[in-house]
C-alpha cells in the first residue's frame, strides 16, 4: 500500500482528509503537523487528533527558529505586505511545505496531501513548493471531491470523528500574525466582534499613557529592545505583547485572491506591524533617496511573490540578494511612540545616517546659499520651455 503524507492540522479539513485516503485513495496515512508557533494548545491538540483517528504515524516537527531566522527576517528586511497588513500565514507555507516533503521522502512516501479547498490561495503555496522542490504526486481530497464544509462535517460525524464544531472562524496562526475568516466575517457589511481578536486590546481597553519602545538593528534585523538583546523569536514574541496592548495591529481588508475572488479578511499583526514600521523609520536615515524608491518597488514586488505562492522563483532570491546589500547600513537604533492604535518615531540614531545637522542647520554659515540660484535657474527648465510655448 502506498504512502502518503497528509499536512495535518487537526482541524475539520485535515482530519476529515485522513479518512478520505484511505477510504476513497487506498493509501496508508502518515501525518505531520509544523510548528511555526501555533502555540502549544494547538501543537497538543493536532497531536490529539492524530491519535484519535488512528493515523499510522505522526510527526510533530518545530520550526519555530527557523521560521523566524529564515522567512521572518526576510520579511521584516524586505518590509513585505500585502495590501497593507504584514505577511503570516502565505510567508509561512514555502516552509511547512518543504518540512512535509523532508518527511514524505524520509518515509518513502509516494504522495503529498493537504486539506485545502479549492477557493483559497494555500494550495497554490503548498503544490507550488512540491513540485519545484520534489517529484512527488499531490492530493487534494477536498478539493477534488468538491465537499462543503456541511458535507465534511456530516462524513465526521459518519466515521466518529469527534471536533469543536462550536468553532464559527477559520483561523491561521503563527508567531508573525493571525488570520481570521469564515462566519458572519465573511460579509463585509457585518463589523467584526471583538472576540476574534486575542492578540491585541481595542483602543478603548489600550495602555492609557503613550509607550516609548526602542528597538535596535543589525544590518536590517531587530536584535535588542530597550537595550535587551534577545534572539529574534523571542523578539517577536516581546513586540506581539508590547504593540498589542497599545491596540496596534489590527487589520480589516478586503483581500483580492489568487483566483480571482475578493475576500473579507482580518488580520492581528502587532509585532509585525512595530517592528516593520521602526524598520522602515530606520532606512529613511541611512538610505540614499533613490536606494528609498527602489526599495518601495522591491517591497511592493517581494510581496507580491510570497504572496502568489512564488517563494521558489529565482527573482525573490535574487531580491534577497539586492536586498541583503541594501540592508548593511541600516543598523542603528529607532524609538517608537506607540498610543492607542497609532504609531510613529520619535528617535532615530545609526552611525551610517546620512542625515547631516552641519548642512542642514538655518545657523550654517559655510554652505553659501547663494549658490543655489544657478541650480534653480536651470531645474525645470524643458517645462518652462514648454509653458513660455503655450504662452
Given at each position: 500500500m502506498?504512502?502518503?503524507?497528509?499536512?495535518?492540522?487537526?482541524?475539520?479539513?485535515?482530519?476529515?482528509?485522513?479518512?478520505?485516503?484511505?477510504?476513497?485513495y487506498?493509501?496508508?496515512?502518515?501525518?505531520?503537523?509544523?510548528?511555526?508557533?501555533?502555540?502549544?494548545?494547538?501543537?497538543?491538540?493536532?497531536?490529539?487528533?492524530?491519535?484519535?483517528?488512528?493515523?499510522?504515524?505522526?510527526?510533530?516537527?518545530?520550526?519555530?527558529?527557523?521560521?523566524?531566522?529564515?522567512?521572518?527576517?526576510?520579511?521584516?528586511?524586505?518590509?513585505?505586505?500585502?495590501?497593507?497588513?504584514?505577511?503570516?500565514?502565505?510567508?509561512?507555507?514555502?516552509?511547512?511545505?518543504?518540512?512535509?516533503?523532508?518527511?514524505?521522502?524520509?518515509?518513502g512516501a509516494?504522495?503529498?496531501?493537504?486539506?485545502c479547498?479549492?477557493?483559497?490561495?494555500?494550495?497554490?503555496?503548498?503544490?507550488?513548493?512540491?513540485?519545484?522542490?520534489?517529484?512527488?504526486?499531490?492530493?487534494?481530497?477536498?478539493?477534488?471531491?468538491?465537499?462543503?464544509r456541511?458535507?465534511?462535517?456530516?462524513?465526521?460525524?459518519?466515521?466518529?470523528?469527534?471536533?469543536?464544531?462550536?468553532?464559527?472562524?477559520?483561523?491561521d496562526?503563527?508567531?508573525?500574525?493571525?488570520?481570521?475568516?469564515?462566519?458572519?466575517?465573511?460579509?463585509?457589511?457585518?463589523?467584526?466582534?471583538?472576540?476574534?481578536?486575542?492578540?491585541?486590546?481595542?483602543?478603548?481597553d489600550?495602555?492609557?499613557?503613550?509607550?516609548?519602545?526602542?528597538?535596535?538593528?543589525?544590518?536590517?534585523?531587530?536584535?535588542?529592545?530597550?537595550?535587551?538583546?534577545?534572539?529574534?523569536?523571542?523578539?517577536?514574541?516581546?513586540?506581539?505583547?508590547?504593540?498589542?496592548?497599545?491596540?496596534?495591529?489590527?487589520?480589516?481588508?478586503?483581500?483580492?485572491?489568487?483566483?480571482?475572488?475578493?475576500?473579507?479578511?482580518?488580520?492581528?499583526?502587532?509585532?509585525?506591524?512595530?517592528?516593520?514600521?521602526?524598520?522602515?523609520?530606520?532606512?529613511?536615515?541611512?538610505?540614499?533617496?533613490?536606494?528609498l524608491?527602489?526599495?518601495?518597488?522591491?517591497?511592493?514586488?517581494?510581496?507580491?511573490?510570497?504572496?502568489?505562492?512564488?517563494?521558489?522563483?529565482?527573482?525573490?532570491?535574487?531580491?534577497?540578494?539586492?536586498?541583503d546589500?541594501?540592508?548593511?547600513?541600516?543598523?542603528?537604533?529607532?524609538?517608537?511612540?506607540?498610543?492607542?492604535?497609532?504609531?510613529?518615531?520619535?528617535?532615530?540614531?545609526?552611525?551610517f545616517?546620512?542625515?547631516?545637522?552641519?548642512?542642514?542647520t538655518?545657523?550654517?554659515?559655510?554652505?553659501?546659499?547663494?549658490?543655489?540660484?544657478?541650480?534653480?535657474?536651470?531645474?525645470?527648465?524643458?517645462?518652462?520651455?514648454y509653458?513660455?510655448?503655450?504662452?
Open positions: 502506498d504512502k502518503v503524507v497528509l499536512a495535518f492540522s487537526g482541524g475539520l479539513d485535515t482530519s476529515v482528509c485522513v479518512k478520505l485516503l484511505e477510504e476513497k487506498d493509501v496508508e496515512v502518515i501525518t505531520a503537523c509544523v510548528d511555526v508557533g501555533q502555540g502549544e494548545e494547538e501543537m497538543a491538540k493536532a497531536e490529539s487528533m492524530a491519535a484519535k483517528i488512528g493515523t499510522g504515524k505522526h510527526y510533530t516537527i518545530d520550526a519555530k527558529e527557523e521560521f523566524a531566522n529564515e522567512y521572518i527576517a526576510r520579511g521584516i528586511k524586505a518590509n513585505a505586505e500585502y495590501e497593507g497588513y504584514p505577511l503570516s500565514t502565505a510567508l509561512a507555507r514555502p516552509l511547512i511545505a518543504q518540512k512535509i516533503i523532508e518527511v514524505a521522502e524520509k518515509e509516494t504522495a503529498i496531501a493537504h486539506g479547498t479549492g477557493k483559497g490561495n494555500d494550495q497554490f503555496r503548498f503544490e507550488a513548493v512540491i513540485l519545484a522542490m520534489s517529484d512527488l504526486d499531490i492530493i487534494a481530497p477536498i478539493r477534488e471531491l468538491n465537499l462543503t456541511t458535507e465534511e462535517q456530516a462524513y465526521a460525524e459518519e466515521k466518529g470523528i469527534k471536533l469543536n464544531y462550536d468553532k464559527i472562524y477559520s483561523i496562526e503563527n508567531i508573525w500574525g493571525r488570520s481570521i475568516e469564515g462566519g458572519n466575517l465573511e460579509d463585509p457589511a457585518n463589523e467584526p466582534p471583538e472576540d476574534i481578536y486575542e492578540w491585541t486590546k481595542s483602543w478603548k489600550a495602555n492609557d499613557e503613550p509607550q516609548k519602545v526602542t528597538i535596535e538593528f543589525e544590518e536590517g534585523i531587530p536584535v535588542a529592545i530597550d537595550g535587551e538583546m534577545m534572539p529574534l523569536i523571542e523578539l517577536i514574541r516581546k513586540a506581539n505583547q508590547i504593540a498589542g496592548d497599545n491596540g496596534i495591529g489590527r487589520v480589516d481588508t478586503i483581500e483580492n485572491r489568487m483566483i480571482g475572488l475578493k475576500s473579507r479578511e482580518n488580520y492581528e499583526v502587532p509585532g509585525a506591524k512595530l517592528l516593520i514600521a521602526a524598520h522602515q523609520a530606520l532606512e529613511e536615515l541611512v538610505l540614499t533617496t533613490d536606494e524608491r527602489f526599495a518601495e518597488y522591491m517591497s511592493t514586488l517581494y510581496a507580491d511573490l510570497v504572496y502568489r505562492a512564488l517563494w521558489q522563483e529565482p527573482l525573490r532570491e535574487d531580491l534577497d540578494q539586492a536586498i546589500n541594501m540592508q548593511q547600513r541600516v543598523s542603528g537604533e529607532v524609538t517608537m511612540k506607540l498610543f492607542k492604535g497609532s504609531i510613529q518615531p520619535l528617535v532615530r540614531k545609526s552611525p545616517s546620512l542625515h547631516s545637522i552641519e548642512q542642514i538655518f545657523e550654517d554659515k559655510e554652505t553659501d546659499q547663494r549658490e543655489v540660484e544657478g541650480m534653480i535657474k536651470y531645474h525645470g527648465l524643458q517645462a518652462a520651455n509653458q513660455k510655448l503655450n504662452r
